[in-house]
C-alpha cells in the first residue's frame, strides 16, 4: 500500500463551524505533513508531526490545530475559519523527517470551501 | 533566505519536443531537489530527484540536472507526449537550525502544455 488517504474530500462549512480532515497511511513512515495549496500556487507547509511529535509549525494561525493519534493517523482540526482559508489542503508523508527527508508521498487533498 | 525561483511559469511545446524549466535556490546548504507533477485535480507525485553529490541524474525521457555553484537545477523532457502535460514544481531542501532538520519549498510551479 503506497497510499496517503484523505478525507473527505470535499467540506463546505460556515465561519462558526467545526470540523476536522483526516489523513492515513500504511506505509511505515515516521513523518506526516499538512500543506495548505491555493489555486495556482504550490504547495506551503503548515505542519510536520515526527514519531508522532509536532516538530515544525509554520506559524499557522490557532484556528487550526493538527493531531496525531499514532503513527499511521494525522487529523487537521478546523474551528471558527475564514473564506481566505479555502483551499486544497495535502496530507503527506515520508519515511523519516530530518536532514534527509526524502521522497513525499501526498494525499489527493480535502478541497475546503468557507462560506 | 528561503527563496526557490522557478521558470518559465507557462511554457507551451509541440509533441515530440523537449521542454525544460529552471530554478534557482537561495540557501547554500540545500542539498536535496526533487520535482513533482500535479496533474489537474490530481495529487502532487515525484518524477525525479537529484542530491547535491551528483551532477546529472537521467529517467526515461526525464533528467535533472544541478549546478551547485550557480545554486540551480533544471528539469528536461525529452520527446514529450500529451500525457505530460501538468504544473511542474520544484523543490529545495531548506535546513532548519532549531529543529536541527530539514523541510522542502516549493517553487512557483510551470504549468506546462504539450500541443499534438
Known amino acids: 500500500d503506497t497510499e496517503v488517504t484523505q478525507t473527505p474530500k470535499h467540506l463546505v462549512m460556515g465561519m462558526t463551524n467545526k470540523k476536522s480532515l483526516k489523513c492515513e497511511q500504511h506505509?511505515?513512515?515516521?513523518?506526516m505533513y499538512w500543506y495548505k495549496q491555493k489555486a495556482k500556487k504550490p504547495p506551503e507547509l503548515m505542519f510536520v508531526y515526527s514519531y508522532e511529535k509536532l516538530s515544525i509549525n509554520e506559524s499557522v494561525p490557532s484556528r487550526f490545530s493538527p493531531e496525531c493519534p499514532n503513527s499511521s493517523l494525522l487529523n487537521l482540526h478546523l474551528h471558527a475559519l475564514q473564506p481566505e482559508d479555502s483551499a486544497l489542503y495535502l496530507c503527506?508523508?515520508?519515511?523519516?523527517?530530518?536532514?534527509?527527508?526524502?521522497?513525499?508521498?501526498f494525499g489527493e487533498g480535502s478541497r475546503l470551501t468557507v462560506l | 533566505g528561503e527563496n526557490v525561483e522557478q521558470h518559465p511559469s507557462t511554457l507551451s511545446v509541440q509533441e515530440g519536443d523537449s521542454a525544460v524549466i529552471k530554478c534557482t535556490y537561495s540557501d547554500s546548504a540545500s542539498n536535496y531537489f526533487p520535482w513533482y507533477k500535479q496533474e489537474l485535480g490530481k495529487r502532487p507525485q515525484l518524477i525525479i530527484d537529484i542530491r547535491s553529490n551528483v551532477g546529472e541524474k537521467k529517467d526515461q525521457r526525464i533528467a535533472v540536472t544541478l549546478n551547485k555553484t550557480a545554486k540551480h537545477f533544471s528539469l528536461h523532457i525529452t520527446e514529450t507526449q500529451p500525457e505530460d502535460s501538468a504544473v511542474y514544481f520544484c523543490?529545495?531542501?531548506?535546513?532548519?537550525?532549531?529543529?536541527?532538520?530539514?523541510?522542502?519549498?516549493f517553487g512557483q510551479g510551470t504549468r506546462l502544455t504539450i500541443n499534438p
Open positions: 506505509m511505515g513512515h515516521r513523518a
Open positions: 503527506a508523508s515520508s519515511q523519516v523527517w530530518g536532514l534527509n527527508t526524502g521522497e513525499l508521498f
Open positions: 523543490a529545495a531542501s531548506i535546513f532548519t537550525l532549531i529543529q536541527g532538520a530539514q523541510k522542502l519549498v
